[in-house]
């Protein structure tokens, strides 16, 4: 009986995974864009998957093997991962790859954090792919080259919102700057910041502090680099106010009060360009209780 039970709890260890996945260097397209391929197979057939790499990234590998059960049945992934440098600092850029048992492809989502070193896994992840809440793979016509329709570029972040459970924050790229919360059910836009002109808004602090009594998170969006004293860089200061469940909303006091916005440069001097000078101002005027 006890050899029985051995025979069984093999089986099934060996038999966790349904789907294997084997990353190996590919061929350049026509652009000189290099490539890997992804190679999805079971029982039922295979996949070959081509996997681009990102900025000047000359790697790319396969850093986990995920199976998740949903109601309608088992999803099998890989998260393929790679690092680029920029001019501002490290890329990490990881790509997930979802596929059913007759290897259709469920999600597909690449994700680039900047500033990062560690591997990034979305709080969603579970909930997008069982709700089939995402983009498949792409063929682009021109290269004949399969693509991710699915692309996020979190610029800062994600941050954890302090006090709250399974909830982050964090800033993506997007035509400008989204402020998003993002839980196990999936990601929401708290607010957007537009560009100026030919200006970019980055988000250049954040954090936490009580305003009236009342947990908020506090962020300075700028716009503009100021590489010479003529150069404008302009401020912003926001706030949001938030519950024990993680529900965020303006602070309008703070978002509306003149002093907390202006420019710097060619002359001018603005007064709250870091989190030290902004909780004094506000501590003064909305008075804190931390």
């Not at 038999?15 to 084997?22: G, M």
Request: hydrophobic residues 35%.
């Amino acid at each position: 009986m006890k050899y029985f039970s051995f025979v069984i709890l093999f089986f099934i260890t060996m038999n966790v995974y349904a789907i294997d996945f084997e990353l190996k260097a590919g061929d350049d397209d026509l652009d000189g864009t290099k490539y890997y391929t992804l190679v999805v197979k079971n029982d039922i057939g295979r996949k070959n998957i081509d996997v681009a790499l990102e900025g000047n990234a000359n790697t790319a590998k396969i850093r986990e093997h995920l199976v998740l059960t949903c109601k309608w049945g088992a999803v099998e992934g890989v998260k393929v991962g790679m690092t680029s440098l920029t001019n501002d600092g490290g890329m990490v850029v990881d790509s997930y790859y979802f596929f059913d048992e007759q290897l259709n492809n469920i999600l597909s989502k690449s994700y680039a954090v900047m500033n990062e070193k560690k591997s990034y896994t979305p709080l969603s992840l579970n909930h997008s792919v069982c709700i089939r809440n995402g983009k498949s793979i792409k063929k682009d016509t021109r290269t004949g080259k399969d693509y991710i329709q699915d692309y996020e570029v979190i610029a800062d972040g994600p941050f954890a919102l302090k006090g709250v459970p399974n909830v982050i924050v964090k800033y993506v790229t997007d035509n400008g700057l989204n402020f998003i919360k993002e839980s196990k059910t999936g990601g929401v836009i708290v607010d957007v910041y537009k560009n100026k002109g030919n200006m970019s808004p980055v988000n250049s602090s954040v954090f936490f502090m009580n305003i009236a009594s009342r947990r908020n998170i506090v962020n300075l969006i700028s716009w503009g680099r100021a590489t010479n004293s003529n150069e404008m860089i302009c401020y912003k200061i926001y706030a949001y106010v938030y519950d024990t469940e993680g529900k965020l909303s303006q602070n309008a006091s703070v978002a509306n009060d003149m002093n907390l916005s202006g420019c710097e440069g060619g002359g001018k001097k603005f007064s709250y360009t870091n989190a030290l000078a902004i909780k004094s101002y506000i501590n003064k005027t909305y008075g804190v209780n931390n």
